[in-house]
């Protein structure tokens, strides 16, 4: 029997980029990690910015390691959303890519709310309201010098396929978080960019998760010492569309997912996009998944507030802070996840303390009672979440599914079923990259067709973890009270 096919999926978070090594065969899915890079944004003068250029050092470094352990049969990326890098007319990069935490977008969803009022753009791309939203910066830089002479502009995992391949493409599940796609037709909304002021021209035509994107260029085969033709394959290339794809979750199984990192997104899977009022009000997106599926969710801070706590604590060991957190009293005091006070980087103890101060809760004290906080805090969001997806899509739910960096934190997974009142299964950690990989095996012969079969494969191969909710809700009710929001109930989920 011959070896499964190996394939690199090159997976960028917002702290860290790896390259993984998939190898897929009809009952085989491993991953091993062949190179894993620091990515740290850089604050300039002109503003906060991402490295792109140490990023895509990182990727052919990965690339070069991945090729010592197999031969690969292709090559995948994938990457956090709406960030972009603008090209000139002879194809070079202008300037490092700002990054989605830096302020030049404060007050610019106001001017875009003047030619089109949000519940009308809401209508139209379906997205929550966040100020970093791809339509926001493009629009915050139309006086800039660099959009004044840009010729196109290529979201990230675009960006680096074009350095790989010499091809330009817009992948369709990352090109759906820019606010400038309608989630009805899968295709550019002309009516929001053209009341925007946003050529539409500066993107590459749309490409679909599966398709060829080109082989490797000879320089690149050449730095990294790869044997051509090493083919590059369009992945879904927003890392939460990758991750979904591998929640391993039965066909017809009612599922909730949680896919946890730096952000917590939370919400369901569905067939067709929610568009109403209220889902505007309650501040769900509505993304493009992989075959025609919906990403119905909302984005929440996520570890975000536990890792910039360690970083202001000077990176303690986690694992005994977690251990005291467990141990502490719980939800004693608990914060809005999702609030815009949290999105910069920066004395997160602080904010947190202001943040109980503020809403009459006792202030964390020690270490352990913060990070107590942050994770009652987390599982409530993550309850609210679940909740509100529920109502207004009219569909229930049995199970949630939690995949990503959080499946490993065990605290917080029980934490999400006593407070969704619903059994968590934890698992995959590494979801993004399996979903990453599973797309590229399908589209050279390697697995199934259906999203159900590679589910079905994750699952099988996969380790996972259940946790049982423990008492009721009530507390966690209470608790989200406390905060000034409606918890009314939802008849569908679990009760008391």
């Not at 260029?217 to 927003?238: D, I, K, Q, R």
């Not at 899509?393 to 995949?403: A, E, L, T």
């Amino acid at each position: 029997m011959s070896a499964p096919h190996a394939y690199a999926a090159v997976d960028l978070g917002a702290s860290s980029g790896r390259v993984m090594v998939g190898r897929v065969g009809p009952d085989t899915l491993r991953l091993t990690e062949a190179h894993r890079f620091p990515n740290r944004p850089v604050r300039l003068p002109t503003g906060l910015h991402w490295d792109v250029l140490g990023l895509y050092t990182g990727v052919l470094d990965g690339l070069r390691a991945a090729g010592r352990e197999a031969r690969l049969t292709s090559v995948g990326i994938d990457s956090w959303a709406v960030d972009h890098g603008l090209l000139d007319a002879d194809g070079a990069l202008l300037g490092n890519p700002v990054h989605y935490r830096d302020t030049r977008t404060e007050g610019v969803p106001e001017q875009v709310w003047e030619k089109l009022p949000p519940p009308e753009l809401y209508a139209r791309t379906g997205l929550q309201h966040a100020p970093f939203n791809t339509l926001y910066q493009l629009v915050a830089a139309r006086n800039s010098a660099q959009l004044r002479a840009a010729e196109q502009a290529l979201l990230i995992p675009d960006l680096l396929t074009h350095w790989l391949t010499g091809t330009r493409g817009t992948e369709l599940t990352n090109a759906s978080t820019t606010q400038l796609i309608d989630p009805r037709t899968r295709t550019w909304s002309h009516e929001v960019a053209d009341r925007a002021g946003i050529d539409l021209a500066l993107f590459p035509p749309l490409r679909l998760p599966g398709t060829p994107a080109g082989p490797l260029l000879p320089a690149v085969l050449e730095e990294t010492g790869l044997t051509g033709p090493v083919p590059v394959t369009t992945v879904a290339s927003h890392d939460t569309a990758s991750a979904v794809a591998a929640v391993p979750a039965a066909a017809g199984e009612r599922f909730a997912y949680v896919c946890t990192g730096t952000w917590s997104l939370v919400g369901l899977e569905l067939d067709s996009p929610v568009l109403t009022e209220a889902s505007r009000l309650a501040n769900f997106t509505n993304e493009l998944g992989l075959d025609g599926t919906v990403r119905y969710l909302r984005n929440i801070m996520g570890l975000w507030l536990l890792q910039e706590c360690l970083r202001a604590w000077g990176e303690p060991d986690l694992g005994p802070l977690l251990d005291a957190a467990a141990a502490a009293e719980p939800l004693r005091s608990v914060v809005d996840a999702g609030g815009p006070e949290f999105l910069a980087p920066g004395r997160m103890p602080d904010r947190i303390a202001a943040a109980c101060r503020a809403t009459g809760q006792p202030v964390p004290e020690g270490r352990a009672a913060t990070v107590r906080c942050v994770l009652d805090s987390l599982a409530l969001a993550h309850h609210r979440a679940v909740e509100d997806a529920q109502r207004l899509s009219g569909r229930s739910v049995d199970v949630v599914r939690v995949v990503g960096g959080g499946a490993r934190n065990a605290l917080l997974c029980q934490l999400t079923a006593d407070a969704c009142g619903l059994p968590v299964v934890a698992g995959p950690t590494e979801a993004a990259a399996l979903g990453n990989v599973l797309v590229q095996a399908r589209a050279h012969g390697d697995t199934g067709a259906s999203l159900d079969g590679l589910r079905a494969l994750v699952a099988r191969t996969q380790p996972l973890n259940r946790y049982e909710p423990r008492g009721t809700t009530r507390a966690w009710r209470a608790a989200g009270q406390r905060l000034g929001r409606d918890q009314t109930p939802v008849a569908v989920t679990a009760e008391e």
